[in-house]
């Protein structure tokens, strides 16, 4: 399926008025999720500046226990620092990488920006080696930025 054609859903999922931010978040992962076939787990994380910790808000896939991250710690920590896109083709060459499941095999991490803060971050694993493309980055920002808009 091309990441485009999920445009439309994933505004009108940020548009309706009558569901809670959380419940929005959740529509979200759960459209990627079960409609990109290397999407195995979605999520969004936030920041907790005072704690320089990241929270799990949001998730489809299969439960995680890390719902609560260091900065620096793992992929998604290491981009609340650096604020940049982490594409990881292979998680196994990764040293700073939190297993979170024998079956995932690379991870793409895109931090969310609000009035130029990084507060967060789409988090994706996927059970294929090396699957994210430059597109998948770019739409992925895209998402982050409808996102943005709500919180």
């Given at each position: 399926m091309s990441l485009e054609t999920l445009k439309p859903q994933i505004t009108t999922i940020i548009s309706s008025e009558n569901t809670s931010v959380n419940e929005?978040?959740?529509?979200?992962?759960?459209?990627?999720?079960n409609h990109i076939d290397y999407y195995n787990?979605?999520?969004?994380?936030?920041?907790?500046?005072?704690e320089r910790?990241?929270?799990?808000?949001?998730?489809?896939?299969?439960?995680t226990d890390h719902t609560v991250i260091p900065f620096g710690k793992g992929i998604c920590g290491q981009v609340a620092e650096s604020n940049a896109n982490f594409v990881?083709?292979?998680?196994?060459?990764?040293?700073?990488?939190?297993?979170c499941s024998i079956t995932v095999k690379?991870?793409?991490v895109i931090p969310l920006f609000k009035n130029g803060k990084n507060i967060g971050q789409i988090d994706i694993d996927s059970h294929t080696?090396?699957?994210f493309s430059e597109e998948d980055e770019r739409f992925l920002?895209?998402?982050?930025?409808?996102?943005?808009e709500i919180l």
């Open positions: 929005k978040l959740t529509q979200v992962c759960e459209v990627l999720q787990w979605v999520g969004f994380y936030f920041a907790n500046e005072a910790t990241l929270h799990l808000k949001a998730f489809a896939g299969e439960p990881v083709p292979d998680v196994k060459a990764q040293d700073n990488y939190i297993a690379s991870e793409i080696i090396d699957p920002e895209w998402v982050n930025k409808r996102v943005s």
